[in-house]
């Protein structure tokens, strides 16, 4: 290779002079550098880590975390934290990452474009968490603040040790994990169009079941209910007092409701 | 009138609303439908959804349901109590002239019309249970039906906000979401169909409110996603 360079010659025409040789090296060199800079550039920003923290009041805090595809992950902390901290990590795709805090205090993280973005976010236990992601998981543990979390297309949802008294989990064609104790006057709604929903209640728990589901059938393990009304796909009933809701619904998929070991 | 102005309306023309009858409101819609086939499908959509309801018996809903109209009920029935109040004032004057009157009755007299109270008094309480069950059942098919209309309508708004950006989505997130929309569809479908077979099953009902929910807030999350 490039022995044309050394014999003196070139490969389109008659043997060239030192001057002119460097002046070829020279032009090829200015060239191919820039594109390579170029070509190199949207790998490093891919590779690149977005973080952000935000300052809010002690025992505070509201979150929206809008993503198109990839996990979204929230990390619950001390209650009396007065930050919010976004990590964020482009998988691939050309996305872009936006994070604001709006007048209200409300941190909100936008992903636009197309590809896959991790979401992690550590925030007080006790804040307001509205999480949206076309593809890809929602994790939340041990958080005590109100939830919403939806997923439009493919991904579960993973609730673990909660202890909020408003959570919403909804994927269409994922499913919906959630494993807590059911707090008094708490609202739970897990839905899934074609996931199964799984949901595990210490043995003591108290409340007010409303399961339906059209294909997937009715796995309600061994909690001492009792029924105000039975179907095979509707079920209305009562465990304890009945001191918090729970509404389970999945036009196909299954619902497994289970005592937690 | 446009296609939007007579869904407003549409459901109070199929009720017979007397607010439409009054103007020339009810002479326009009728117009409307005869030049405009998507919105007369929607009437008789409607129609049949009002033939259905009232061809349903009476039965306990699931408490699911019932919990829903209950505030909605209590609220008319407070509408009703201070419409009805005024008129204690007309009665005020009577009653005292009433109370200032010297009654003398006899034994037999006193027995009689006793008895005649007790029987006035059940078969009035009789009556009016039975007319309370059929009237909040009828409540709660009505409620139904303006739940369904309300979540029909946010749809059909949705919709049309997507459907003009929907040329410039990502093909692939167009398919996606097509095919879930779809999917959502059959099921409407399929459940309408089944409460053809069985018009008086109410888990039937239920079921469609869930699915027309499902699908406003598909159409809700998607506008969030800003394709």
Sequence with gaps: MFEWMKAGSSPWGPPASAPVRLFFIG?????????????????????QPFTRSFHIAPGTGEVEVINQIGTIRIISTDTRSDRISVHAKRLSGDSRINSLQNSSGKVIIEVGGRGTVEIEVVVPAVARLDLLTYKGNIEVS????????????????????????????????GNVHFSGVPVNQGDYRFKSFAGRLDVKFPSNADFKLSAATHQGGLDLGDFPLKYDHQMSDIVEAVSGAGRSKVYLWTQ???????RLL | MECRTVRISLSDYVDGQPSLSGG??????????????????????????????????????????????????????LVVAAEVQPVSGLWAGLWGRLTSFRFTFSLPQMAGVAALAVVLITVTVLNFRGQ??????????????????????????????????????????????????????ESIKQC???????????????????????????LEDVERLKW
């Design chain 1, 27 to 47: 032009s090829l060199f200015l060239t191919v550098s820039p594109l390579l800079i170029l070509l190199g550039m949207p790998l490093a920003a891919q590779a």
């Design chain 2, 132 to 185: 309370n069950s059929e009237m909040d059942f009828t409540r709660l098919q009505s409620a139904l039906i303006r739940e369904e209309m309300t979540k029909k309508a946010e749809i059909d708004r949705k919709m049309a906000a997507i459907e003009e950006r929907k040329a410039n989505w990502d093909p692939a997130f167009r398919a996606d979401f097509e095919r879930q929309l779809n999917r959502i569809e």
């Design chain 1, 142 to 173: 041990n958080h005590i603040g109100q939830i919403r979390a939806r997923i439009v297309s493919d991904g579960d949802i993973f609730f673990t040790g909660l202890r909020s008294t408003n959570v919403e989990g909804h994927s269409h064609y």
């Design chain 2, 192 to 218: 309408r169909k089944n409460l053809e077979a069985s018009p008086n099953d109410l888990n039937q009902v239920q079921r469609m409110l869930d699915l027309y929910e499902e699908k406003r807030q598909l």
């Design chain 1, 252 to 258: 196909e998929g299954q619902i497994r409701l289970h």
């Design chain 2, 24 to 77: 020339n409101e009810m002479r326009n819609i009728e117009d409307h439908l005869a030049s405009c086939p998507s919105c007369r499908s929607l009437q008789l959509e409607l129609n049949e959804i009002k033939t259905a309801a009232r061809e349903l018996p009476l039965r306990t809903p699931p408490r699911a349901l019932w919990t829903r109209i209950v505030n909605e009920i209590e609220i008319e029935h």
